[in-house]
């Protein structure tokens, strides 16, 4: 059975860090991408960043670009998220994914398994 677990959520205030990670019980993580996704209250889930198989390959949502950065480590089957200059409108319930192929994608339906996710919030 897939688990995905996050952790390293919590309350910080505006311009603070918070590093989130991902720990995978998957026996494929070091030959898959991976993700991670954001939903605030009324909204939808949205994409935060991608990691290629090897970390060779990285995207990010233009909302965060230059603030966070994903990163991984294969052999403790990990992915890491590092949010630097939070903001109030990062708040949000932060899942992290495991793609379908050896690239990070942007899109839910390039992900296979999801964790339960971890909440973010940032106060002004």
């Known amino acids: 059975q897939v688990q995905l677990v996050e952790s390293g959520g919590g309350l910080v205030q505006a311009g603070g860090s918070l590093r989130l990670s991902c720990a995978a019980s998957?026996?494929?993580?070091?030959?898959?991408?991976m993700g991670w996704f954001r939903q605030a209250p009324g909204k939808e889930r949205e994409f935060v960043a991608a990691i290629s198989w090897n970390g060779g390959s990285t995207s990010y949502a233009d909302s965060v670009k230059g603030r966070f950065t994903i990163s991984r480590d294969n052999a403790k089957k990990t992915v890491y998220l590092q949010m630097n200059s939070l903001k109030p409108e990062d708040t949000a319930v932060y899942s992290c994914?495991?793609?379908?192929?050896?690239?990070?994608?942007?899109?839910?339906?390039?992900?296979?398994?999801w964790g339960q996710g971890t909440q973010v919030t940032v106060s002004s």
């Open positions: 994914a495991s793609g379908k192929t050896y690239l990070g994608g942007r899109y839910m339906y390039e992900y296979s398994y």
């Open positions: 998957l026996r494929t993580f070091s030959n898959v991408g």
